[in-house]
Nanobody
Framework: QLQLVESGGGLVQPGGSLRLSCAAS????????IGWFRQAPGKEREGVSC????????LYADSAKGRFTISRDNAKNTVYLQMNSLKPEDTAVYYC????????????????????WGQGTQVTVSS
């Protein structure tokens, strides 16, 4: 059974850091593009960053550039999102998602491209 489980969220002060993890089970992440998305209360889900399969590259939303880093640990079948210099506007539920790609295709920050989703982890940035 294909499953994505996020962890690592929590409460952090502005300027602080968190590392989110997305652990996959039931499938090999290396055959999937992986995206991180977030949804704040009353807002639409938006893309934060994504990682193209087979180390094909990364993509960041403007809001994440220079502060967030997406990475993969193939041995652990896990994708990470390192978030630094956090701001109150980063407060949201963060989701990881997977898009199966048979051939190399650059990842996109579009929710409709991803067929598999985790349950999310809450990130709250507040003093």
């Amino acid at each position: 059974q294909l499953q994505l489980v996020e962890s690592g969220g929590g409460l952090v002060q502005p300027g602080g850091s968190l590392r989110l993890s997305c652990a996959a089970s039931g499938f090999n992440l290396d055959y999937y593009n992986i995206g991180w998305f977030r949804q704040a209360p009353g807002k639409e889900r938006e893309g934060v960053s994504c990682l193209t399969r087979s180390d094909g590259g990364t993509l960041y939303a403007d809001s994440a550039k220079g502060r967030f880093t997406i990475s993969r640990d193939n041995a652990k079948n896990t994708v990470y999102l390192q978030m630094n210099s956090l701001k109150p506007e980063d407060t949201a539920v963060y989701y990881c998602a997977a898009e199966k790609v048979l051939l190399l295709r650059l990842c996109v920050l579009r929710t409709s491209s991803y067929g598999y989703w985790g349950q999310g982890t809450q990130v709250t940035v507040s003093s």
